[in-house]
């Protein structure tokens, strides 16, 4: 499983277009030092995590359906027991925008910039020796990874993050998915694709996305769950109205086409609505997705505000809107993992003086949800 995530992205509302045209649809307090906490739900009650002022979650990431990570301004926290318990193991000031496990032991955090690292599940770190910034990072293996720096060049390395050396590549990078340590497809600007069976030695042009000039500005996530499937999420990276013009693009034959699967319309952009393009429109979270076409993805309601999670099981010809979570949001930031078409995870983070900051589970594809963790 992998997942396609817009980082930083805040969510305020969703409304969900049905009928022929759509188908469903910080810092810590001193006191609170690394492996010092830990914090249990026991009896369906969700376990307190006082902070004294709000730390919202902005990423989750998982390597099994016990073993996993939560992060987001000044903190990091893991488990090795499936949420059961949850423990600080990672307190400073920065906003840690992505965790990523290469295999149960070894897992990256990107903390403003700047990349740490864990070989033993997430319980203690160590900040990277390089000094490069980056925006976002893929790591296939323990010690191979790649990354994108805040200027849209392709890093990698070879010794989990110790050093990184620059690849060329035909076009400035906004995005990339490794699937091992040769194999990888990278999105770049005027919406061009390229691919790479070499490690990044070099790379082979599949064509472009075409969108308009506006859409070059915004987020773009792209993951492959297989050699010839994948998917890519473009966003203006910006809203207005309740809304934010986005695109989930698919692929079946390895990036050389792609199909939008999902659309928001609408917004200060006013951007082309596609007809017979199932729509969600809002403001969009992430995607959790699968090699047999199954698919999460994750929208905030508006008037409530809530969230919501819908799915697909046909690489996104159809979706269906599962339940609310339950959680009641305001100005969030959203994250999402599966491990299975069954069990996943949900992470909030609120605004500044707003106790938001939330961990939700669910064992049933996203039909219920419980709260694991709430911060105040």
């Known amino acids: 499983m992998k997942r396609v995530r817009l ?4 969510l305020w509302a969703c409304a969900l277009a049905f009928g022929s045209v759509a188908e469903p649809l910080r810092g810590a307090r001193a006191s609170i030092a690394a492996d010092s906490r830990s914090l249990a739900a026991s009896s369906g009650v969700a376990a307190d ?5 709000a730390s919202g979650l902005d990423t989750v990431s998982f390597a099994t359906n016990t073993i996993g990570c939560a992060g987001g301004h000044g903190l990091i926290l893991c488990t090795g027991n499936g949420g059961k318990r949850w423990r600080a193991t990672w ?5 840690v925008s ?3 496990f290469s295999d149960a032991q070894h897992v990256w ?3 403003s910039d700047r990349l740490l690292n864990s070989n033993d599940g997430g319980m203690h ?3 990277s020796q390089d000094t490069v910034r980056l925006s976002s990072i893929d790591f296939p293996s323990a010690q191979v990874g790649w990354g994108v720096t805040t200027k849209g060049r392709l890093v990698t390395t070879t010794d989990a993050g110790d050093s990184f050396t620059a690849e060329h590549t035909p076009f400035t990078v906004r995005a990339v998915s490794f699937l091992d340590s040769l194999h990888g497809w990278a999105y770049g600007t005027n919406g061009h694709i390229a691919s790479t069976d070499d490690a990044g030695r070099t790379w082979h042009t599949q064509g472009a996305i075409r969108v308009g000039a506006s859409w070059a500005l915004g987020d773009a996530q792209l993951t492959f769950v297989t050699a010839t499937r994948g998917w890519l999420l473009l966003a203006l990276g910006q809203g207005c109205m309740s809304k934010m013009p986005y695109r989930l693009y698919y692929t079946a034959d390895g990036g050389v086409h792609w199909h939008v699967r ?4 609408g917004g200060c952009a006013g951007t082309r609505y ?3 393009t199932p729509a969600v429109s809002g403001y969009p979270g992430n995607l959790s997705a699968f090699p047999s076409g199954r698919a999460f993805f994750s929208v905030v309601a508006p008037a409530q505000p809530m969230l919501y999670v819908v799915s697909t099981h046909d690489a996104g010809h159809h979706w269906t809107q599962g339940a609310p979570t339950g959680q009641k949001v305001l100005g969030v930031t959203l994250a999402m993992a599966f491990v299975s078409p069954t069990e996943g995870w949900l992470v909030t983070g609120g605004e500044a003086g707003r106790s938001m900051g939330r961990i939700i589970h669910t064992t049933d594809g996203g039909r219920t949800w419980r709260t694991q963790v709430l911060i105040h």
């Open 49 to 53: 995590l006082q902070l004294g002022t």
């Open 109 to 111: 955090a990107l903390r």
């Open 98 to 100: 992505q965790l990523q």
């Open 125 to 127: 770190w160590q900040r």
């Open 262 to 265: 999902l659309q928001g319309p």
């Open 274 to 276: 596609l007809p017979g």
């Open 91 to 95: 307190t400073a000031p920065g906003l």
């Open 7 to 10: 980082i930083g992205t805040m």
